[in-house]
């Protein structure tokens, strides 16, 4: 039986070798129709992409680390956010981010997109006045419209492959990867300028304790 950890990345000079690496195999397995191969790389791209967004909001902090001579990426959610994402979010105060589901990233997302322009939290002002600086909120509302619609088939041929028409998958399957890419990269193209004057993330409520 194969190792069930696979190494992780050491910096970030590895993290752009991986990318240009994976989007080769990307442009290949469209080149040679291999279009699961494609759908699982624009799906990981997208799951990075929100991971890469909530650092720069200051809601995680991905640590590079290691512990018994591996190195392991550790996610943690910072507390200067943790108590004001689950108010936004109705949670109760003990409720604990499951980071691993895309539907729980893009939930926090949205909610720091709808914060008002005043908040009686100086960490969620911060994050209001960055947003504000340097994203279009309606263009990045219809993206995540767009990503929810090409979640449902992705899930549905990774999840229940076995209980759908053979043919409806074949003919399907290249549009749900190339339309994948497209919101990967549009995504990548909005955490970009969300990082502008931000490449360390928001922490100056930790900072400040």
């Known amino acids: 039986m194969s190792n069930a950890c696979i190494e992780t990345i050491e910096d970030g000079k590895e993290k752009a070798g991986v990318y240009s690496y994976q989007m080769k195999r990307y442009e290949l397995a469209i080149q040679h129709e291999f279009y699961f191969e494609a759908i699982v790389i624009s799906y990981a791209m997208i799951e990075d992409r929100l991971l890469a ?17 591996q190195v392991k990426q550790k996610i943690r959610v910072c507390e200067q956010a943790k108590k004001q994402i689950n108010i936004l979010l109705k949670n109760k105060e003990s409720y604990t981010m499951n980071l691993d589901s895309i539907s729980s990233k893009i939930r926090i997302i949205n909610a720091l997109m709808k914060l008002p322009e005043e908040n009686n939290d100086p960490y969620l002002n911060l994050v209001r006045a960055q947003i504000d600086k340097t994203i279009d909120r309606e263009k990045f509302k219809t993206l995540f419209k767009e990503l929810k619609t090409w979640l449902k088939p992705r899930d549905q041929i990774i999840h229940a492959l076995m209980n759908k028409r053979t043919n409806d998958v074949l003919e399907r399957q290249p549009n749900i990867a190339k339309d994948g890419y497209n919101i990967g990269r549009t995504l990548d193209g909005f955490v970009a300028k969300f990082k502008t ?13």
């Open 53 to 69: 967004f909530l650092h720069y909001a200051g809601v995680i902090d991905r640590r590079i680390c290691t512990q018994n001579n």
């Open 197 to 209: 004057g931000n490449k360390e993330g928001i922490r100056i409520a930790e900072k400040e304790k």
